[in-house]
């Protein structure tokens, strides 16, 4: 099962698009395409250039360009859950609330979905059998390029078990069962100017949650 992608980010960009994100001349862009080092297609019948958004993220990696051309207003969530009526609730809410999401029911599936839409926030089920939580913290925390708002859910998450990911490098927690919007108040602060605020956000005031006030 490969990880299912909802929003409006496109998949193929023109060198002018491409110019903007890497804050180039498009005739600049050109020349990367004609010597190889960005890869892409022309059009059938015409010079027209495209570039799909994964070549364009290895060529932004392999030559140090800065990622953050990448954040065009999109704010991009990944679900790992293997709950599927779960994840479809919440990714017809956060759509229409003009979230991209991707939403993976495995570590492995996680992990590829992450390094295809470098998200914001994700939203880890750690009472899934094929990971611990301290090695999805250690992944995105040793990823410079993936730095999100990590949250938390289980069924029946206690606060002792929510205090423990909170020191393992998650920022908030969430118990099972929860509304979207208490969700969307635990994301807020990452898709904030600075994605990954160090001073956290002030407790919420549901039982169920809690937030890491202290940073990663």
């Not at 890497?22 to 015409?46: E, H």
């Not at 998200?119 to 925390?141: E, I, K, N, Q």
Request: proline share 7%; hydrophobic share 40%.
């Amino acid at each position: 099962m490969q990880p299912f992608f909802m929003g409006p980010r496109k998949k193929v960009l023109t060198t002018g698009e491409v110019a903007k994100i890497c804050n180039v001349a498009p005739r600049t862009v050109s020349k990367w395409f004609d010597s190889g080092q960005l890869r892409g297609y022309r059009i059938p019948g015409s010079k027209d250039r495209r570039i799909p958004f994964e070549q364009l993220v290895r060529f932004m990696r392999e030559h140090e360009i800065p990622l953050n051309g990448l954040d065009s207003g999109g704010r991009r969530v990944l679900i790992l859950d293997a709950d599927a009526a779960l994840c479809e609730s919440l990714r017809t809410t956060l759509t229409r609330d003009g979230y991209e999401v991707a939403i993976a029911a495995s570590a492995l599936e996680a992990g590829s979905a992450a390094h295809e839409i470098m998200p914001h926030v994700v939203v880890v089920d750690v009472g899934l059998p094929d990971f611990t939580a301290r090695a999805v913290s250690r992944f995105f925390r040793s990823t410079a390029d993936l730095q999100p708002r990590l949250i938390g859910v289980a069924t029946g998450l206690t606060e002792a078990r929510g205090q423990a990911l909170l020191q393992n490098g998650f920022d908030a927690y969430l118990s099972k069962p929860f509304d979207a919007r208490s969700l969307v108040r635990l994301m807020e602060p990452a898709m904030t100017p600075s994605p990954h605020p160090s001073d956290g956000v002030a407790a919420l005031p549901e039982p169920q949650v809690r937030v890491n006030t202290h940073g990663c």
